[in-house]
């Protein structure tokens, strides 16, 4: 933790009302209003000054509503593409990578975007807090705030299916101050959050918040960030893999503060988000231009999760209809909602270790899929100004180059399980 920084002068919106109040530490919902809707940071510097790559993600701290730095962090970069962006026949490709890339001075251990929403979320927390920080997760999310966490010595209850706690490597043991629970082998991201949701009842933990916590969106906005102060100019379209779409809210209201800010143009890019079929609530309600989304079988839905390659976006309850949300955002900046199939995408990771040299998640594979498809479909133009978020990358090469570790499940739940016996059995966990 940094000694010399102060913290970031912000106050809180709603975006429902406009009404604006102070942070009084943890705030996930509009003070004093019943309709459900996001808040939203706002900054007191309106033109965002950037630090050296020393400050890692804390170079954006202008614009991160922090009150202290965390050691370890890297911030996402950006590059203009030559390898894909040839193959693609686009001149204007600019590729922001997040993951573990040491050449071009990038080690996220994790290999994911998911160390921006961490690095910010805990930097957010008040330095005598007593109680332990709960995360549900499909399986980045998780790795991130564990590396984070442990690294920092910040006490963490992470909830993950079992299918996907494959996903918890790391290069070395944790510290015991995180602890895992799993809910069992064929349940989905939204089984993990209701074993959150029993875990926050009890008075000694609280919820990270998800979407609604100011610090995980601004974190993810640095992928913006990063973007726009490296071209110099708003990108006019933006390309990027959705579970929830936390990440497409976040560069949205990047892109609203760098409208503010007055140095990078007056556009908005086209969120052009994508899911990975045949698991894709978002798009279908997007297509049926429905703000609510559309109602689907959870058992049906758990079937199609075992199917997708990229289970990171496999999340049944997205932040898409609540004011400030997905449905929000595509209204205002514009954009499309699109699909890839596993074997599109795994063409589309292929294509990028040979054009540009580095292995991707499958979840950044989706998007390139897409970006593809739309290049095929003429949506975009060769001479388009386009954002490739690949949020996660290096793996592959990490894992070769380290010896892993994994974290296994202190307690594994049934689907559903009695309420009582939970807070029972989480009560037996120490710190």
């Known amino acids: 933790m940094s000694e010399s920084f102060k913290g970031t002068s912000y106050k809180l919106m709603s975006v429902e009302t406009g009404n604006t109040f102070s942070d009084t530490g943890w705030d996930l919902d509009p003070m004093g209003e019943t309709n459900p809707s996001l808040i939203r940071a706002i900054y007191e510097n309106k033109k965002i000054t950037l630090k050296d790559d020393s400050f890692g993600i804390y170079k954006f701290s202008d614009w991160l509503p922090i009150h202290k730095t965390l050691k370890g962090s890297y911030a996402p970069i950006t590059y203009k593409s030559e390898g894909l962006s040839k193959k693609l026949g686009l001149h204007n490709l600019y590729i922001t990578f997040s993951g573990y890339w040491p050449e071009r001075n990038i080690k996220m ?63 070395a043991p944790l510290n015991d101050c995180v602890r895992l629970i799993a809910s069992k082998s064929g349940t989905d991201y939204f089984d993990a959050i209701h074993l959150s949701n029993i875990a926050c009842q009890m008075d000694n933990f609280f919820a990270e918040g998800g979407a609604k ?30 579970g929830s779409g936390t990440g497409a809210i976040a560069a949205w209201e990047a892109n609203l503060r760098l409208l503010e800010d007055g140095r990078y143009g007056d556009g908005k890019m086209k969120l052009m988000v994508s899911q990975n079929f045949p698991f894709h609530p978002i798009y279908d309600a997007w297509k049926a231009d429905s703000r609510p989304l559309l109602p689907f079988d959870d058992g049906e839905a758990r079937k199609q999760v075992e199917i997708i390659d990229a289970k ?71 001479n388009s100004l386009i954002m490739l978020n690949i949020t996660g990358g290096g793996e592959q090469r ?34």
Not at 398 to 420: A, G, H, T
């Open 312 to 382: 990171v976006l496999s999340n049944r309850k997205p932040p898409y209809s609540i004011a400030g949300g997905l449905y929000d955002a595509m209204k205002d900046a514009g954009g499309d909602v699109l699909l890839a199939t596993n074997e599109e995408a795994k063409e589309a990771g292929k294509l990028f270790l040979e054009t540009e040299g580095m292995d991707i998640h499958p979840a950044a594979a989706v998007a390139t899929a897409t970006l593809i498809d739309a290049v095929k479909k003429k949506v975009v133009e060769p």
């Open 213 to 242: 916590n100011v610090a995980r969106r601004d974190g993810m906005g640095t992928t913006t960030l990063s973007a726009v102060t490296t071209i110099g100019e708003i990108p006019e379209y933006y390309f990027q893999a959705i």
């Open 398 to 431: 990490f894992k070769s180059e380290n010896e892993l570790f994994y974290l296994q499940p202190s307690i594994v739940f049934d689907v559903d399980p009695d309420e009582d016996e939970v807070k029972e059995k989480l009560a037996g966990l120490c710190w």
């Open 109 to 171: 251990k994790t290999c994911s975007f998911k160390e921006t929403e961490a690095y910010n979320v805990c930097a957010r927390m008040d330095n005598e807090e007593k109680k332990i920080l709960v995360v549900a997760s499909a399986g980045n999310t998780a790795r991130a705030f564990a590396q984070v966490c442990s690294d920092n010595n910040i006490p963490l209850l992470l909830s993950v299916p079992e299918d996907n706690i494959s996903a918890l490597w790391f290069d």
